[in-house]
């Protein structure tokens, strides 16, 4: 199973617009089933994006879960100036930047399983195939590694990446989940991925 | 732009990596249902917890108590202070005759400039009146600046009072 998270797969799952605000009206009004809807349309995609900050499935689990409830509990507040999906992203960015400062220090991997179609991904079986025979010990190890070198990147930075190399999210929309502007997406990108970079020479060689 | 963005196409590459990471099988089949009986249990139970609901009352209070769960030297800092000022206070409030000699002490003036206020000033009641009664409420500095005998009861003993007399010229 492969999470919807790249571009092309996010906005296949994006509701009708109609439809996402019926829902909110209807949870704000406590009908839960409309609110279990709204969660079963959004939890991949918060769940990738906090797994991907923090390197770990069960506090990746535990603050998806934390953010759907403080969302559900603060759905009043929601004045609709945003779509619910960006609004809910906001909060699920800040309890997991909130998380990771009080972590520093404690960072431990629980990495998920790498799924079937990674060793068919053509571009990855490029990078790694001249590096070792062994595809699947190589891939693994390709895994640690670049988790270990988004760990070194500061928070915003790391989610800067995350949101738009690995979850594909424009410019503008990363600008409004973290509420600064596109200029500060843009440098934070740049920054982050010439980082990133010198991290992983081994892997990555400029062009 | 687009040389930058040709710099990092090994780097893109590498991140795909990241797509393919997933949960376990079934995770997401019990994720909802989860979420909404916390929420059931947390409705039934009514049970917010303190920050949670001092982040929606006042969000300004929650953030400040968080900068100290993130910095906890910090709270560490602010609690030896409050308690050095607690134990100056308590220092200062037991000597309130220290603190009001200290402070005639600053405003007397020197001898040299004569004249008489300055002879008054050499014999100030106020120090006179507190070593007499011996006790002098700090919280009431007025009662403490009653002289024991009035002025003019002391009027012989100071040169510069005399009684006042009316007698006519020429008896």
């Not at chain 1, 199973?1 to 109609?18: G, K, L, Q, W």
């Not at chain 1, 770990?56 to 609709?80: R, T, V, W």
């Amino acid at each position: 199973m492969s999470m919807p998270e790249t571009a092309a797969t996010s906005d296949a799952a994006t509701p009708a617009e109609p439809l996402e605000t019926d829902l909110v009206h209807k949870a704000r009004r406590g009908d839960l089933d409309a609110y279990d809807e709204l969660v079963k349309r959004y939890q991949q995609r918060i769940y990738a994006t906090i797994y991907h900050m923090t390197a770990n499935h069960e506090d990746a689990n535990d603050l998806a879960q934390d953010s759907f409830i403080k969302a559900y509990q603060a759905l009043k507040s929601f004045k609709g100036g945003s779509s619910f999906y960006t609004w809910l992203y906001r909060i699920a960015v800040n309890k997991t930047i909130n998380f990771l400062k009080q972590r520093k220090n404690k960072q431990h991997f629980s990495l998920n399983d790498l799924d079937f179609q990674t060793e068919n991904n053509p571009d990855l079986v490029a990078l790694i195939s001249h590096k070792t025979p062994l595809r699947e010990v190589g891939l693994t190890e390709l895994q640690k590694k670049l988790n270990e070198a988004l760990l070194k990147l500061s928070e915003p930075h790391r989610m800067v990446v995350v949101l738009h190399d690995v979850q594909g999210q424009s410019h503008e929309e990363i600008a409004e989940i973290m509420d600064c502007n596109i200029g500060t997406v843009r440098s934070r990108l740049f920054y982050a991925r010439q980082q990133l970079q010198g991290y992983l020479t081994e892997y990555a060689k400029p062009a | 732009m687009n040389e930058t963005e040709q710099n990092f196409e090994e780097l893109k590459k590498l991140l795909t990596i990241k797509r393919h990471e997933v949960p376990p099988p079934g995770y997401f089949n019990h994720f909802s249902g989860q979420v909404i009986s916390r929420i059931r249990a947390g409705e039934a139970g009514g049970s917010q917890t303190f920050m949670e609901r001092l982040q929606a009352e006042a969000p300004w209070l929650a953030n400040f108590f968080r900068v100290f769960e993130t910095r906890p030297g910090l709270i560490g800092g602010m609690a030896a202070s409050l308690c050095l000022l607690l134990v100056l206070s308590v220092i200062f409030a037991d000597r309130p005759d220290a603190a009001s000699k200290n402070l005639l002490a600053v405003s007397e003036p020197s001898p040299v400039s004569g004249g008489p206020v300055a002879a008054m000033a050499e014999t100030p009641l106020l120090a006179a009146s507190a070593d007499s009664s011996g006790i002098v409420a700090s919280t009431n500095p007025v009662t403490s600046l009653q002289p024991t005998a009035t002025l003019f009861g002391q009027a012989g003993a100071s040169p510069l009072f005399q009684p006042a007399g009316f007698m006519p010229a020429g008896h």
